[in-house]
């Protein structure tokens, strides 16, 4: 079975940066997408960006656009996200997914298309 596992959450000062990875493991049919999503306390589950398959096509929220970069490793099943500038509403559970909704062609916002999903890591960010 397809598990992402993620890694390298902490705690973390307002300004600084803190890079996430996300490791797929188990055997896998490549074509997928990787997407990152984040759900603070209270809060919905919320997308913060994801990757094609290919790794050229990547699709930002708002709220971390210019800050955050998603990329993924040349060997396809690792995708690692670096989050610089970071602000207290950062502060939440990081969640990995994958998805062959559109044969991993597209980089795809949208949850409950998402096939797997790892277990989280937390990062949160004090002011």
């Known amino acids: 079975q397809v598990r992402p596992v993620e890694s390298g959450g902490g705690l973390v000062q307002a300004g600084t940066s803190l890079r996430l990875s996300c490791l797929i493991s188990g055997p896998t049919v490549g074509g997928y997408a990787m997407g990152w999503f984040r759900q603070a306390p209270g809060k919905e589950r919320e997308f913060v960006a994801s990757?094609?398959?290919?790794?050229?096509?990547?699709y930002y929220a708002d709220s971390v656009k210019g800050r955050f970069s998603l990329s993924r490793a040349i060997t396809k099943n690792t995708a690692n996200l670096q989050m610089n500038s970071l602000k207290p509403e950062d502060t939440a559970v990081y969640y990995c997914?994958?998805?062959?909704?559109?044969?991993?062609?597209?980089?795809?916002?949208?949850?409950?298309?998402?096939?797997?999903w790892g277990q989280g890591t937390q990062v949160t960010v004090s002011s």
């Open positions: 990757v094609t398959w290919s790794g050229k096509n990547t």
């Open positions: 997914a994958t998805t062959y909704y559109g044969g991993g062609n597209s980089p795809i916002s949208l949850d409950s298309v998402y096939d797997y």
